[in-house]
């Protein structure tokens, strides 16, 4: 090893030959057999010696390789290693390189998807892939704010704004979890969003009301939009899930719609008794789709493989029920006009709808599904609801139909 000298000069360590030429102070420039003139530093750290590596000249000068040793021995009086301290800040650099909020994110929506339903999933992904990575595709979930969080929230409409917040925080707990992010080191969002008054879903439950909105439907030109509506209406499922009925999913000729548990909200298969008016809209879909996975085809110019969901509230909206009425609000409309004007049982139209048990012991005893009384409130109520459309007062009457 040769012997520690004088001061380098630049034009010392570019004629240097193969070896080690040092500088002072540990600090020296070694010429590899290629040529290469790489600067190292050697010192000791708990009794043992080690090497530091400051780059290769002339990419770092001898002041800037002075300057990196220097740094490198205040970091050894205040008792640390500075290859510890030099390797950690390399990995911290990496983790924020690799930690783009759109990556983080897509990572988490993996990880829940299997536990959630779809309906979740899709509301999630949507929220994200629309609305926070556009706003955050520059941000690293290592080094995320609540400032850059509060001004991406702010960006989102305020009926989704809530739902983004708690994903966000979710998202960053996931990295903190993964080692992505620094322990505790959570974001502080109370209060950042503008207090919203909390209201239900507009749906139609005056009587006057309810008859504009069968004849609107049973009106619009749009075939399948028509029919999917209809299906929403008789039924009083969630719109996502009409959207996307697959034929596998129903037994027309026993009036039956089985719901798999993946695409519930509470996670449990859900069976659905079509009436007769609701087969009858089904069997007008054989002729588009007989044959293919799902029931409603998408329109023109929609990405999704079935009938977006969307669809159904464009249509709402141009039938003039934009605030009035909502596609969710068929299940608000059954659950207030069945029970008031056709005295159905609370416990039978709980049952159709799908709810959720509140209590902890219903959730794990009571399975009544009601099936058979399900079945004749729901014809009960499409009959309802064609005598509203004929404007005869709501009086049920009997209808025959052909068979088929």
Request: aromatic share 8%.
């Amino acid at each position: 090893m040769a012997k520690e000298s004088g001061k380098l000069t630049a034009l010392a360590v570019k004629n240097a030959k193969l070896g080690k030429h040092f500088d002072g102070s540990g600090l020296y420039v070694e010429v590899t057999a290629g040529g290469s003139r790489l600067w190292r530093m050697k010192y000791r750290y708990a009794g043992k010696e080690k090497r530091l590596a400051f780059g290769a000249f002339p990419e770092v000068s001898i002041a800037e390789a002075r300057d990196r040793a220097a740094k490198a021995r205040a970091l050894l009086r205040d008792g640390i290693d500075p290859g510890a301290a030099k390797a950690e800040k390399t990995a911290a650099a990496k983790r924020i390189a690799g930690s783009t909020f759109p990556g983080v994110a897509t990572a988490w929506l993996a990880k829940m998807k299997p536990g959630w339903a779809d309906e979740t999933y899709r509301k999630a992904a949507y929220v994200i892939d629309t609305y926070l990575s556009p706003a955050l595709r520059r941000q690293s979930v290592t080094t995320l704010t609540t400032k850059q969080a509060a001004d991406a929230l702010a960006g989102i409409p305020p009926s989704l704004a809530a739902k983004a917040r708690g994903y966000l925080g979710q998202i960053v707990n996931y990295a903190i979890h993964e080692g992505l992010r620094e322990d505790g080191r959570l974001l502080s969002l109370r209060g950042v969003l503008p207090k919203a008054e909390k209201g239900h879903i507009p749906a139609a439950v005056d009587l006057g009301d309810v008859r504009k909105l069968v004849r609107a439907v049973a009106d619009y030109p749009i075939a399948v939009t028509r029919a999917a509506l209809t299906v929403a209406m008789l039924t009083a499922q969630r719109p996502g899930t009409v959207a996307r009925m697959e034929w596998v999913e129903v037994d027309l000729d026993a009036g039956e719609w089985a719901i798999p548990a993946a695409k519930m909200k509470t996670r449990h298969a859900h069976i659905v008794p079509l009436p007769k008016q609701a087969v009858e809209a089904l069997r007008g879909m054989q002729a588009y789709t007989d044959g293919k996975q799902f029931v409603f085809p998408a329109l023109y110019q929609q990405t999704t493989p079935h009938l977006h969901r969307d669809a159904l509230s464009n249509a709402l909206r141009k039938m003039g029920f934009a605030g009035k009425h909502a596609t969710h609000g068929f299940r608000g409309m059954f659950r207030t006009v069945a029970r008031e004007r056709l005295n159905i049982p609370v416990d039978v139209l709980e049952a159709q709808l799908a709810h959720a048990k509140k209590d902890e012991i219903q959730k794990a005893y009571d399975r009544t599904q009601f099936l058979d009384e399900r079945r004749k409130a729901v014809q009960k109520w499409a009959d309802y609801l064609d005598a509203l459309r004929a404007d005869n007062g709501g009086k049920v009457v009997t209808i025959n139909r052909k068979a088929g």
